[in-house]
């Protein structure tokens, strides 16, 4: 308890609470001793009254600072007691989602019910090598101390995981497995480390259930004893269990299930292995349905069950043994199903027909009426007899429900067996860590003896648990050689004792065991009359006596008796065991092959007595005392180790994420002991600092005079006159001890000085500024008036002049407005007199116009009058006229009428009147029809009529309206023509006008015309401009666009490039590791099957296979080791052999394709070069032939001239006379132009026949050209034949001939053509057929697998469909491989024919004019004088020596020596020369050993001694310069350009090493892997160091209290890594590398890696430490970055991307420093860290912690808002940077400047069996 002299004003204590336990108040008053009542103010306001208890006098916890609260150690609160452990982990846990938490020596986890990115494979390797003190609590760090400690001690470890049902024990043990796993690599079979992971998902599946506090809840305890060589390597594990809660197999309360292996399999029951089952759904089954409750959310059964079989299946545990294991589950399943009949008298029985009776005895393959008899039955044996007697109902469901228990123990242990028997190495164990997974304390309603056994273990734990702590402390004191006085701590031996010591509850219950009619009731009284008064431990409950409480250390616990006898006894009936024994089925009986003796009646003779029964009952041991004797066992393990603890905590039974329950959070520690922890460091010291800490942290409370050059004097000076009482403090060697609370009354002193400094240096501020802010303001003052007084005299006389000038300007004024006025009314007057006068006028006018215009309007209106009386008397005139002349018509009509009367007219009109009648009724009935088509006609008339007359209406109607407004019009015509009048005089005046502006306008138009020409010409000079313009324009989009594409493109194209890169060197990396790993495996079975053999070295040539034969394009094949492994799964290998087969068959036929393709390419191919080359003969030939007629025609006619001149009658000169010389020459003349036209003929024959020949020669040599007769000897020459007399002159030599004899051959060609193509149809028709055919197998399987797929579930159908999508695609990949590889190959080939060629028509040009220089030259000798020597850049060796040139080039090689003082790159530069002198002799067996033997031997020297940098460095840069040169030197076009001339010389000429490039590059990628591993392995212990831990800015930082966590001895300033080392390491890395002749991107590859190393290990760490998260270590930071970044200034490096990779880094320090309080904070902070992930964001504001008073932690609704901004983010999830991650390096082309021909091979490297050339 802290001293009365804290409780002062504003102190913070801590009240009891009965709903939050623990409630924090503040002091209103200071406490005086004596005082009875403290004065407190609530958090919420409340001021309340705390009475003291008078007795004790006791005063309330008090609470920490503020900046101790949240620390990763509890033992480094000042104040250690419950509400100040409780607030630690609830601040820890809620506000800074932290989830583990230091108690000393123990690690406290709270499960957080939610998954949590803390425990991934980057988080593991940052917690390896480190130190506990320096990181943050992990269950990762726990495994690495126990690790580390079992390495450096050579001591084995354990880790004690303990807590109740739901607080993460397994999850805790699981992890810290894999951590180990992960961090030791496995020492016999590379599988190992998964093989012990392997064993968690069967225990769980076998030994987890859910409960109504945890879904996956452990029912058992395990202890793992994970086995480790002297290397720290795995060997094998082992695997102790204890208390399998065997009840639950049987029974299940409400809300829980059974083991989760039931449900996986009744999930699973549709999958066609486990339909011979019989199983259904979990409803089904009377043992898994009894918890109503078959169904986890979030977990999917079917799932976890291919776990447990893929973990069966790692674990060796095959196929068929697995389904045997299914098969005995689903009959205890079956099992619970029986129905067991009741009948009277204690009588039952069950059916032999029942169905599930059938099936259990099916599946285990026992006798059905056997097993149903003695399921209902029991036999008993007396002294003389044995009799069989009839069990009751409940008494056999009860022996059913037994065996049931029984086989699943049984099979429960053979598969722990089995697992052990897997885990076990055969070499022998040095060490081992123990992780021990067992429940914690529990308590329920209703306690029975499972509970009981869990509580005593735990009884045994935490005794050996305070012993531990006791110990540690009672050590560190007596270390540091302080006086200590012995500790109090609870013992809970005196309960242990109770349970087992002699007569204690659980000998009393093995008595009572033994009792023939032992039960319940008499143990629980023999328990109250033996226990009662003599065990204070021990008591009756009051209302209760079949129960009894035991006084644990957690809690008091009451026990019901009932049915701890019968679960102690764990009995099960024999004659049923018997039954099962007598099965067939081989796996169930290996299960009972160690059954005990007494559990076989069957097999004792009937003689045998009662006493040796009782003898053999009485020697199988109980339950209790089995657990009692496997806890001792562990006892004495555990405390043979060097034990860690996990506790792990519930924080609330709703399983809500990160809520806690403060109640349920103090049972908990209390029950596992964190309480009891501090209360023993509280007892004690619990504050210790060393000296140096000391110093640092408290330096301000000394004067300058108190310190002194020894820390510690200083440190013990001021301790004494700060602290009277000598008690409260002790001075260790290297440490101070602090009594609980002193830590806190420094840290109030320490706050006091800087407040009371604060306020001095506020005051003097203050006092600076207000002076400053006066002094300043006087001189404003003194400055103002003189500016203010200036200001009023310039303002004065300003209004002087003002007035003066105001006065002028009002005269000037007046006297413009008096004239002004005066020119307004004179203007007025002429104004209006002139309108008066105008207005006079117009009237004038208006009445003489007036008058004119009414006398022509009457004379309009008389003549219209006139008109009008002629048109009425012309009318009137016709219309008499038309009487007349009708009444003429009626008398004519009369006298017609008269004369048709007569008889006589009427004959005369009878004449043919019949006909004419019928003719005219034929008419009548035609007209009947037109009249009723007319009537027809005339009512759609009249419609339309009435449809015209309604229209004329309207129109009329329209036509009135117009009238009227025609009459209004006529009305305003008189006004109208007036203004007509007035409109034409004037019009007359416009035209004149008009006409002179006519003029004007035509010349006008002339002079626009020319100008309008002119710009027009302009405008289309401009619009063709403009066009041209806007085409460049577009062309010029268009170019930016396809730039913009391309750019684009070429962007992408780089990032899929760099990622294929990655991912290729990635998997080069891999299997680069798996070839070592397989050489290792090699050597090392070489090494054990023949120990006794020794290997020596007898060749200089490495031993290794060649790995390219450039000249025969064959792959080498490497030797393999068949490793069959013992058990194999076949059907997976049927299923893969079949598979195997089909991808065969389709190669093949794919190959017979693709062949069949290559050689119709190249039939094609030739036929097109022979049509060429036939062409331009053609065509040759054809103009020859077309010469020689051209010229036989002028031959002819100069024939016919001649005749004609010569016998011309009208010649002037006569002929000549024959015999004359003239007639002479003309003769000799004509001979010789005959000659010459025979020659000519014979020509072009010729040439027609070879023009046939050339048609017929092109298909010689093909089956087309089997039938073509090309024998031109045998066509008939025109000497032999009789022709007729009449043939044409072209035949005269037989070219008519030879034409059909062309013809004729042409024909066969044409028909060979036709077969030929006739043939390839039938084939492409053939092969088309075996295509649709396979098709259509193809489709038939599809159809069938999809058939198939349809009755598989989603998950397995989705998994075939990938699975058939992923061989198709494949098969497409191979294909298009193998067609790519062909292709490459023939592109090789060719290359190298022409390359041949060339070198053979150099060689043959060159022997052409060696001949001819000899032919030339003369015979005589000439003397030649001797040229200096010209080296050709080449090496000569001989064959076989390649084995010397390796072993000293790079075997026997020192990497410093040649770095030093010889040529860059020089070893690159001998091989290469070496290889020219290969490729000169043209010999292809020297290039592929030369250049195997160099990649075996580098390979062999980075293998061996990679890990040195310099060796590294070394072959990487020569590697590079090697692959340079075989690009600079290969006659490439894109090389060459690079080269000099004499460089292009020595180009290789016979061989193409294309194929050796790139082995070279990923050699050259292999050697860069390595290079940055030997940088990890140096660099990685300097990061943390220099960019944290030392402070570069002395008097920044400062340290906090910390906890027993951190290290023990001091750290000095001189011994601790500074950025200087880091930088003095890189920059000798980068010298080295210069010196080696390193290329320069390759340089900057490395330092970009390097610095990527540094960023993510920083900021990793940075991220897992809280009590780095600061803002003066942010400042710290961004000075050490600040440093790096001038590194690479120095040495020109800035544009290698290093500084980018920093920035990650570099924002988080900036985030350490900002604001953090405002919304515009939020967002400033969002825009800033565009390099970090929001997890890594909300992780360091989270983890920010005050390292001085002043500082604020960060809200948690400010973190809200960070995540509400960064919501849309889209990024990756992961908190940690890769640290291992390695950037796809690329080997960029770099020419060498250095001439071969002037390389020298010094002395030293002994290579004088290498001749220059």
Not at 1351 to 1369: K, Q, S, V
Request: contains cysteine.
């Amino acid at each position: 308890m802290a001293g009365p002299e804290l409780y002062t004003k504003h102190a913070r204590v801590w009240l009891p609470d009965s709903v939050e336990v623990w409630k924090s108040a503040k002091l209103l008053k200071d406490y005086a001793p004596g005082n009875q009542t403290l004065f407190l103010l609530l958090d919420d306001g409340t001021e309340v009254e705390y009475k003291l208890d008078p007795r004790t006098n006791n005063l309330p916890p008090l609470r920490n600072p503020n900046i101790l609260v949240g620390e990763n150690d509890l033992t480094a609160l000042s104040y250690l007691n419950e509400p100040a452990v409780l607030h630690n982990i609830k601040v820890r846990f809620i506000d800074s989602k932290l989830i583990y938490t230091y108690c000393g020596i123990v690690l406290v986890a709270v499960n957080p019910y939610e998954s949590l990115p803390i425990y991934e494979a980057d988080i593991i390797h940052a917690y390896r090598g480190q130190d506990m003190a320096d990181m943050d609590p992990h269950i990762f760090a726990v495994a690495e101390e126990a690790y580390k400690q079992m390495a450096s001690d050579q001591q084995n470890q354990s880790i004690i995981v303990s807590g109740e049902s739901g607080a993460g024990k397994t999850v805790s043990a699981k992890y810290a497995m894999r951590y180990f796993a992960t961090v030791s690599g496995s020492s016999g079979e590379a599988d190992i480390e998964e093989r012990v992971l392997a064993s968690n998902p069967i225990m769980e599946a076998l030994g987890n259930a859910k409960t109504t506090r945890n879904d996956n809840s452990s029912r058992f305890g395990k202890y793992i004893e994970i086995g480790f060589d002297k290397k720290q390597r795995i060997i094998g594990a082992h695997m102790r269990t204890y208390l399998l809660e065997k009840s639950r197999v049987v029974f299940q309360a409400y809300g829980e299930r059974n083991y989760h292996i039931f449900y996986q399999l009744c999930a699973s029951s549709h999958l066609p292995e486990f339909k011979s089952f019989k199983l259904g759904d979990a409803d089904d089954f009377h043992y898994t349905n009894q918890g109503h409750n078959p169904v986890i959310d979030g977990v999917d059964d079917v799932k976890d069950l291919g776990n447990t079989r893929r973990a069966f299946s790692l674990l060796g545990i095959g196929e068929s043994h697995q389904m045997e294991i299914y098969q005995i589950l689903a009959a205890i399943l079956h099992l619970s199903n029986v129905e067991v009949i009741n009948h009277s008298g204690d009588r039952s029985s069950i059916s032999t027909n029942d169905f599930h009776l059938l099936v259990f005895c099916e599946l285990m393959d026992v006798p059905r009426g056997e097993m149903a008899h003695w399921l209902c039955h029991r036999k008993l044996q007396t002294t003389t007899e044995t009799y069989v007697k009839s069990l009751s109902k409940s008494n056999a469901v009860n022996g059913r429900d037994a065996l049931a228990k029984h086989i699943y123990a049984r099979l429960f242990s053979w598969i722990v067996g089995c697992i052990n028997n897997v885990l076990k190495s055969a070499i022998k164990q040095h060490s081992f860590i123990g992780v021990l997974d067992i429940y914690g304390f529990e308590t329920f309603d209703t306690n029975s003896f499972e509970q009981f056994c869990i509580n005593y273990a735990n009884e045994k734990l935490q005794q050996q648990f305070n012993l531990h702590v006791f110990k540690l402390e009672q050590e560190e004191y007596m270390k540091e050689e302080i006086p200590w006085t012995l500790i109090d701590f609870y013992d809970n031996q005196p309960c242990i004792n109770l349970i087992e010591a002699k007569l204690g509850i659980l000998d009393l219950l093995d008595e009572e065991c033994k009792m023939p009619k032992g039960s319940d009731s008499t143990w629980c009284q023999k328990m109250y009359n033996n226990l009662l008064k003599q065990k204070a431990h021990f008591e009756k409950p009051r209302l209760s006596n079949s129960a009894f409480i035991v006084h644990h250390f957690a809690d008091q616990v009451e026990y019901q008796c009932d049915g701890f006898l019968e679960k102690n006894k764990d009995t099960v009936n024999e004659e049923q065991i018997c039954v099962l024994q007598k099965s067939k089925f081989e796996f169930l009986l290996k299960l009972f092959v160690g059954n005990d003796k007494a559990t076989s009646s069957t097999n004792r003779p009937a003689s045998s007595t009662k006493r040796s029964g009782q003898l053999q009952r009485g020697n199988k041991k109980t339950v209790g005392l089995q657990f009692r004797q496997s806890l001792h066992l562990l006892m004495d393990t555990l405390n043979a180790t060097t034990p860690h603890y996990v506790r792990c905590i519930k924080p609330n039974d709703q399983k809500v994420p990160f809520s806690l329950d403060p109640l349920r959070a103090v049972q908990q520690l209390r029950a596992c002991g964190i309480l009891e922890t501090i209360r023993i460091s509280a007892a004690g010291f619990p504050s210790k600092w060393t000296y140096q800490e000391f110093f640092c942290r408290y330096w301000v409370l000394m004067k300058q005079k108190d310190v002194l050059r020894d820390v510690k004097q200083t440190c013990q000076n001021l301790l004494k006159k700060l602290i009277q009482d000598g008690n409260l403090y002790q001075f260790g060697k290297n440490k101070i001890f602090f009594r609980a609370g002193q830590v806190a009354y420094f840290e109030k002193l320490r706050a006091e000085r800087l407040r009371r400094a604060c306020v001095s240096i506020q005051k003097t501020i203050r006092c600076w500024l207000a002076r400053k802010k006066y002094l300043r303001m006087k001189q404003s003052a003194v400055t103002v008036q003189r500016y203010v007084r200036g200001h009023q005299a310039r303002r004065y006389v300003r209004f002087l002049r003002r007035t003066k000038a105001a006065v002028a300007i009002q005269r000037n004024v007046r006297m413009w407005a008096a004239r002004r006025h005066y020119q307004k009314l004179r203007s007025a007057s002429i104004v209006i007199q002139c309108f008066f006068r105008a207005y006079a006028a117009r009237k004038m006018y208006y009445k003489i116009l007036y008058e004119e215009k009414a006398l022509v309007i009457q004379k309009w209106v008389k003549g219209w009058l006139a008109r009008q009386r002629y048109r009425r008397a012309r009318a009137h005139i016709i219309l008499l006229q038309c009487c007349v002349r009708r009444i003429l018509a009626k008398r004519e009509l009369k006298k017609l009428k008269v004369e048709a009367r007569s008889v006589a007219h009427l004959k005369n009109l009878n004449v043919g009147m019949e006909n004419k009648i019928m003719q005219l009724q034929h008419k009548l009935d035609e007209q009947h029809k037109d009249v009723r088509e007319l009537s027809e006609r005339l009512n759609a008339a009249a419609k339309i009529q009435d449809m015209e007359r309604e229209r004329h209406c309207k129109e009329i109607e329209s036509l009135q309206r117009s009238e009227q407004k025609a009459k209004a019009k006529t009305e305003r015509l008189p006004s109208l023509m007036e203004q007509l009048s007035f409109l034409q005089r004037e019009l007359e005046n416009t035209r004149g006008e008009k006409e002179v502006l006519e003029e004007q306008n035509n010349i006008y138009k002339e002079q626009t015309q020319q100008v309008v020409e002119e710009l027009n010409m302009k405008n289309g000079l401009l619009n063709d401009e403009k066009e041209n313009l806007n085409q460049v324009i577009l062309e010029q989009k268009q170019q930016l666009t396809e730039v913009k594409s391309q750019v684009e493109n070429t962007e992408k194209l780089q990032e899929e490039l760099a990622e294929e890169r990655a991912r290729y060197q990635s998997l080069l990396s891999e299997h680069l590791h798996l070839q070592e790993l397989h050489k290792d495996l090699k050597e090392e079975l070489q090494r054990r099957l023949s120990p006794c053999k020794k290997t020596e070295y007898t060749s200089n040539l490495p031993k290794c296979n060649p790995i390219i034969d450039s000249t025969t394009g064959q792959d080498s094949s490497m030797d393999k080791v068949d490793e069959t492994p013992s058990n194999v799964d076949l059907p997976l290998i049927l299923k893969l052999q079949r598979r195997v087969r089909e991808l065969e068959r389709d190669k093949q036929s794919l190959q017979r394709h693709l062949d069949e393709k290559e050689a119709q390419e190249e039939e094609a191919k030739d036929v097109e070069e022979e049509l060429t080359v036939g062409r331009a003969e053609l065509d040759l030939e054809s103009l020859k032939r077309q010469e020689l007629e051209s010229e036989n025609k002028k031959l002819k006619q100069d024939l016919s001239e001649l005749r004609k001149s010569l016998t011309s009658e009208n010649s002037e000169m006569l002929p000549p006379a024959v015999g004359s010389t003239t007639y002479n020459v003309l003769l000799e003349q004509l001979d010789s132009s005959n000659e010459e036209l025979k020659l000519r003929k014979e020509e072009v024959l010729l040439l027609q026949s070879h023009i046939v020949r050339q048609e017929a020669m092109k298909y010689k040599d093909s089956a087309l050209g089997e039938g073509v007769n090309l024998n031109l000897s045998e066509v008939p020459l025109f000497q032999d034949t009789d022709r007729p007399t009449d043939i044409h002159t072209l035949n005269e030599d037989g070219e008519l001939w030879l034409a059909y004899e062309g013809l004729k051959e042409t024909n066969r060609v044409l028909e060979c053509q036709m077969q030929k193509l006739e043939r390839q149809h039938g084939e492409r028709y053939e092969k088309l057929l075996e295509e649709v055919n396979t098709l259509k197998q193809e489709k038939e399987q599809q159809q069938k697998l999809l058939a198939q797929t349809l009755l598989l579930p989603e998950d397995a159908r989705i998994e075939a469909g990938l699975e058939l999508e992923i061989t198709r695609l494949t098969l497409e990949n191979l294909e298009l491989m193998e067609q790519q590889d062909k292709q490459d190959k023939t592109i090789v080939n060719l290359k190298k024919d022409l390359q041949l060629y060339k070198s053979r028509v150099e060689e043959f040009q060159a022997q052409q004019r060696k001949a001819s220089i000899s032919t030339n030259s003369p015979a005589k000798e000439v003397s030649i004088p001797r040229k200096e020597r010209e080296y050709q850049g080449m090496l000569e060796y001989k064959e076989g020596e390649e084995g010397r040139l390796v072993k000293s080039l790079v075997l026997d090689l020192k990497a410093r020596g040649v770095a030093v003082n010889f040529l860059p790159g020089l070893p690159a530069y001998i091989i290469f020369m070496c290889l020219r002198y290969a490729d000169r002799v043209n010999d292809d067996q020297r290039v592929s050993t030369l250049l195997n033997s160099v990649l075996c031997s580098v390979k062999g020297v980075i293998k061996r001694r990679g890990k040195d940098f310099d060796v590294s460095s070394f072959w990487l840069s020569n590697t590079s310069r090697l692959l340079n040169c075989l690009k600079q030197y290969s006659g490439d076009d894109t090389f060459k350009k690079h080269n000099t001339a004499k460089q292009n010389e020595h180009c290789l000429t016979n061989f193409e090493l294309t194929e050796y490039q790139a082995v070279f590059a990923d050699l050259a990628v292999q050697i860069y892997c390595r290079l940055i591993e030997s940088m990890e392995d140096t660099l990685q212990p300097l990061i943390v160091s220099s960019m944290f831990e030392h402070e570069t800015i002395q008097g920044v930082l400062g340290s906090k209290p910390t906890g027993l966590r951190k290290k023990s001895s001091g750290s000095l300033e001189d011994d601790s890594v500074t950025v200087e080392v880091l930088l003095q390491q890189i920059g000798l890395w980068h010298a080295t590398m210069i010196k080696h002749g390193m290329d320069s991107g390759l340089i900057k590859q490395v330092v970009r890696q390097q610095f990527y190393m540094i960023c993510a290990v920083t900021l990793n760490h940075l991220l897992l430490r809280k009590d780095m998260c600061s803002w003066s270590k942010g400042l710290q930071i961004r000075y050490n970055v600040w440093q790096l970044e001038e590194w690479l200034a120095e040495r020109q490096l800035a544009d290698c991307g290093a500084k980018e990779m920093l920035e990650p880094l570099v924002q988080a320090a900036q985030l350490l420093q900002v604001n953090k309080k405002t919304e515009a904070d939020a967002q400033a902070i969002c825009n800033m860290c565009t390099g970090l992930t929001t997890a890594q964001i909300v992780k360091v504001l989270t983890l920010y912690t005050p390292v001085i008073e002043f500082e604020e932690r960060v809200t948690t609704t400010f973190i809200a808002t960070i995540r509400d901004i960064l919501k849309d983010r889209e990024e990756s999830s992961t908190l940690m940077m890769d640290a291992k991650k390695v950037f796809s390096v690329t080997l960029s082309f770099s020419p060498s400047t250095v001439a071969l021909e002037t390389i020298q091979i010094p002395i030293s490297l002994k290579l004088d069996f290498l001749n220059r050339i």
